[in-house]
C-alpha cells in the first residue's frame, strides 16, 4: 500500500463506548498528525507527533487519547464521546516537523456518537 | 496572528467554464508557505501545490494554475475548462508561524459543483 491509510472508514459508537481509530503511512515521513473535520469548519488541528514524540496538543479534551508506538503508526483512542464529537476525524504525515513540508492525508474516519 | 480567508463558500459553473477560487492570507511573517488542497466526496485531502513566499512566479499544471501576489496577500486558484470531476472542496491553507512547526492555518474552503 502507499500513501496514508485509516481504519475504520466509518464508525458509529455510543457515548459510552471505547473505540480506537487507526492511521498508518507508507511514506517513510517522520511527523503525523490528527485533524477533527466537522461541518461548516475548518479543520481543526489536534494532536501532532514528531519522531513518536508529541509535539502539540491543541486543547484536545482528555476523552481523546493519542498514541504513536512508532514513525509509522497513529492511533487515537475514544471513550465516553459526546454526540458534539460527530465529525470527520483525518490523519496525515509529512517528511518532518517542519513548516515548509507538505502534509498528506489519509481518507478520514467518519465519526458518529449516538 | 495568521489567518486565511476563502470569502466563496460555494460556486456552482456549467462544465468547461473557467473558474477562479480566492483565498487571502494574513500572516507576519517574512518566511511562510502556501498549499492548496482538494477534498472530493471521499473525503481524503488531496495536496495539489506548496508555494513559498520567496517564489511570486505564476504556476500552471494541466488545467490548474496558480497566481500568487505578495502585494495583495493573495493566492488564487484557477480552473480552466472545468470537468464534473472538479467537484469537490478546496482549501487554502498557510503554514503557521515562526515557532509553530508544521502547523497548518485552513481556510473555510470553497465548495464548487460542476454541472454538465
Known amino acids: 500500500e502507499t500513501g496514508v491509510t485509516q481504519t475504520p472508514r466509518h464508525l458509529v459508537m455510543g457515548m459510552t463506548n471505547k473505540k480506537s481509530l487507526k492511521c498508518e503511512q507508507h511514506l517513510g515521513h517522520n511527523a503525523m498528525y490528527w485533524y477533527k473535520q466537522s461541518a461548516k469548519k475548518p479543520l481543526e488541528l489536534m494532536f501532532v507527533y514528531s519522531l513518536e514524540e508529541r509535539v502539540e496538543n491543541n486543547s484536545v479534551p482528555s476523552r481523546f487519547s493519542p498514541e504513536c508506538p512508532n514513525s509509522s503508526h497513529l492511533f487515537l483512542h475514544l471513550h465516553t464521546l459526546q454526540p458534539e464529537d460527530s465529525a470527520l476525524y483525518l490523519c496525515a504525515s509529512s517528511r518532518t516537523w517542519r513548516r515548509q513540508e507538505t502534509q498528506y492525508f489519509g481518507p478520514g474516519t467518519r465519526l458518529l456518537v449516538l | 496572528a495568521q489567518k486565511v480567508t476563502q470569502a466563496q463558500t460555494e460556486i456552482s459553473v456549467v462544465e468547461k467554464e473557467d473558474v477562479t477560487l480566492d483565498c487571502v492570507y494574513e500572516?507576519?511573517?517574512?518566511?511562510?508557505?502556501l498549499f492548496w488542497y482538494k477534498q472530493p466526496p471521499s473525503g481524503e485531502l488531496v495536496f495539489l501545490i506548496r508555494r513559498n513566499s520567496f517564489d511570486e512566479q505564476n504556476e500552471i499544471s494541466g488545467r490548474y494554475s496558480w497566481n500568487f501576489q505578495k502585494s495583495t496577500s493573495s493566492f488564487n486558484f484557477t480552473i480552466t475548462a472545468s470537468q464534473v470531476v472538479d467537484s469537490a472542496v478546496y482549501f487554502c491553507a498557510l503554514s503557521g508561524g515562526d515557532n509553530q512547526g508544521g502547523k497548518l492555518i485552513f481556510g473555510q474552503g470553497t465548495e464548487l459543483s460542476v454541472k454538465p
Open positions: 500572516t507576519r511573517d517574512t518566511t511562510y508557505y
